[in-house]
């Protein structure tokens, strides 16, 4: 029933096209964005034919003899546009399992798109792996949501820094530098955590100009210092916080809470969900209680996000 290929560089054209129709996906899966870190994975992208018509496609790559679908994302999945059916999907997954087992590959690491970033409701490939692929759940990540159109009350402690900010005539420009707010970024995770941002700044500068309405950087200042920034990915309904960061005195003064009050209530009102990402550890399953706490704070509240796998038969 489907004609099954790995992508090629030649079809990147057709891949994009997919992409900016299919109900469940974001900018991520633009070859632009994917491929930006192509030495970092090898790509096992495939793509299913039918009729001669392309009718979905996976994002993925491949380490040894296990497909992921792709770890160099948040979230992957089949990727699917409104004529997908669920008997398709079913078929799909008998027939993509079959194609996977002549090609040697063992076992499928699978992390679906979650439903918050759907457009419409996109869920057929959970039931297919479920039932036909004996698929189970590997790890559940918790991130933390606001559904915007609910207009949650700010916890108190969020409202007095918002008025602090005001008071100290913090200001917020959106769309502002990514170089200013790379240094503050680096320089509170080396300090908290020994760690650097998954993107360089040049990576995220890369992004930005392939991205430039996707990807944007709002920072906070006070007297023209850089005290805190978050950079925004912008999705079809989701406004989601890639990074964020604020150095001592965006602490004391409210970098944060003026940002958020400016994106919640003034640039992206007609958004569904601001989605602020995970604040776990260890695959998930430790959440760090402060940070999650800080989140649920604005109103945000848990969408998970799961990886499965099941062994090719």
Same mark, same amino acid.
């Given at each position: 029933?489907?004609?099954?290929?790995?992508?090629?560089?030649?079809?990147?054209?057709?891949?994009?096209?997919?992409?900016?129709?299919?109900? =469940?996906?974001?900018?991520?899966?633009?070859?632009?964005?994917?491929?930006?870190?192509?030495?970092?994975?090898?790509?096992? *992208?495939?793509?299913?034919?039918?009729?001669?018509?392309?009718?979905?496609?996976?994002?993925? !790559?491949?380490?040894?003899?296990?497909?992921? *679908?792709?770890?160099?994302?948040? @979230?992957?999945?089949?990727?699917?546009?409104?004529?997908?059916?669920?008997?398709?999907?079913?078929? %799909?997954?008998?027939? %993509?399992?079959?194609?996977?087992? =002549?090609?040697?590959?063992?076992?499928?690491?699978?992390?679906?798109?979650?439903?918050?970033?759907?457009?419409?409701?996109? #869920?057929?490939?959970?039931?297919?792996?479920?039932?036909?692929?004996?698929?189970?759940? %590997?790890?559940?990540?918790?991130?933390?949501?606001?559904?915007?159109? /609910?207009?949650?009350?700010?916890?108190?402690? !969020?409202?007095?820094?918002?008025? =602090?900010?005001?008071?100290?005539?913090?200001?917020?420009?959106?769309?502002? *530098?990514?170089?200013?707010?790379?240094?503050?970024?680096?320089? $509170? %995770?080396?300090?908290?955590?020994?760690?650097?941002?998954?993107?360089?700044?040049?990576?995220?500068?890369?992004?930005?100009?392939?991205?430039?309405?996707?990807?944007? /950087?709002?920072?906070?200042?006070? $007297?023209? /210092? +850089?005290?805190?920034?978050?950079?925004?990915?912008?999705?079809?309904?989701?406004?989601?916080?890639?990074?964020?960061?604020?150095?001592?005195?965006?602490?004391?003064?409210?970098?944060?809470?003026?940002?958020?009050? /400016?994106?919640?209530?003034?640039?992206?009102?007609?958004?569904? @969900?601001?989605?602020?990402?995970? *604040?776990?550890?260890?695959?998930?399953?430790?959440?760090? #209680?402060?940070? +999650?706490?800080?989140?649920?704070?604005?109103?945000?509240?848990?969408?998970?996000?799961?990886?499965? #796998?099941?062994?090719?038969?």
């Amino acid at each position: 029933m489907f004609e099954i290929r790995r992508y090629r560089p030649n079809l990147e054209k057709e891949w994009n096209a997919y992409v900016a129709k299919a109900r =469940n996906a974001t900018f991520l899966f633009n070859r632009s964005y994917m491929d930006y870190h192509s030495d970092r994975f090898e790509d096992y *992208s495939i793509m299913f034919y039918k009729n001669g018509h392309l009718h979905s496609i996976l994002p993925a !790559h491949i380490k040894e003899s296990v497909l992921y *679908s792709h770890f160099g994302l948040t @979230y992957g999945g089949l990727l699917m546009d409104i004529n997908v059916t669920a008997a398709d999907t079913v078929q %799909l997954f008998k027939e %993509l399992n079959v194609y996977l087992k =002549n090609a040697g590959i063992t076992k499928v690491v699978y992390r679906p798109v979650p439903y918050i970033y759907h457009q419409i409701p996109a #869920e057929e490939d959970l039931y297919a792996i479920f039932w036909h692929c004996n698929a189970r759940l %590997l790890y559940r990540n918790i991130g933390t949501t606001i559904f915007m159109r /609910q207009n949650l009350r700010w916890r108190k402690d !969020h409202r007095r820094r918002l008025k =602090n900010a005001q008071s100290q005539g913090i200001r917020v420009e959106r769309d502002s *530098s990514i170089e200013d707010f790379w240094k503050v970024l680096e320089d $509170n %995770l080396m300090k908290k955590f020994c760690a650097r941002p998954v993107h360089t700044k040049e990576e995220m500068l890369l992004l930005k100009s392939r991205f430039p309405n996707e990807i944007i /950087q709002y920072n906070a200042y006070l $007297n023209e /210092q +850089i005290i805190g920034g978050i950079t925004f990915y912008i999705m079809p309904n989701v406004i989601h916080g890639q990074y964020s960061s604020t150095n001592d005195l965006g602490k004391q003064y409210g970098a944060m809470e003026a940002i958020y009050e /400016q994106v919640m209530y003034h640039d992206y009102t007609d958004y569904t @969900y601001l989605d602020f990402g995970s *604040s776990t550890e260890e695959n998930g399953s430790i959440i760090n #209680e402060g940070l +999650i706490a800080h989140k649920e704070g604005y109103g945000g509240r848990a969408v998970c996000y799961d990886t499965y #796998e099941w062994l090719i038969p």
